[in-house]
């Protein structure tokens, strides 16, 4: 099973990088920009930061950056599907499945076969 790319860009599109990431850091409006103390190493001046109208956060400290679905799996250590279920739960969204097909197992020990010969 899959999630639809589709979905995934409309849940980023929907989710709010600043929201997300602010319920976890303490962010200052700097500019166009928030900015505090990243989340990711330890440091006593803020460098990191979140931009509202590129959807992403980056530390110029340690150069951990992302979207927020990238923030759910580096802050709270969340597999890719996990934090996209979390996400989609926080707006309100049913994450939708696609099958993928997959090679039928027997036929792998044949190709192994053909090729040792």
């Not at 509202?52 to 599907?81: E, R, T, W």
Request: with cysteine; net charge positive; proline share 7%.
């Amino acid at each position: 099973m899959a999630i639809p790319q589709n979905f995934i860009q409309e849940l980023l599109a929907r989710a709010d990088v600043v929201e997300i990431v602010g319920r976890y850091v303490q962010l200052k409006k700097t500019g166009a920009n928030f900015s505090g103390l990243c989340p990711f190493h330890g440091e006593k001046t803020p460098s990191f930061t979140v931009s509202p109208s590129k959807q992403f956060f980056h530390c110029f400290g340690c150069g951990k950056n992302g979207n927020a679905i990238g923030f759910l799996m580096d802050y709270a250590g969340m597999n890719f599907v996990e934090a996209v279920k979390d996400l989609a739960g926080q707006y309100g969204m049913q994450v939708p499945e696609e099958d993928i097909p997959r090679p039928n197992a027997r036929a792998w020990p044949n190709r192994s076969r053909s090729r040792r010969r």
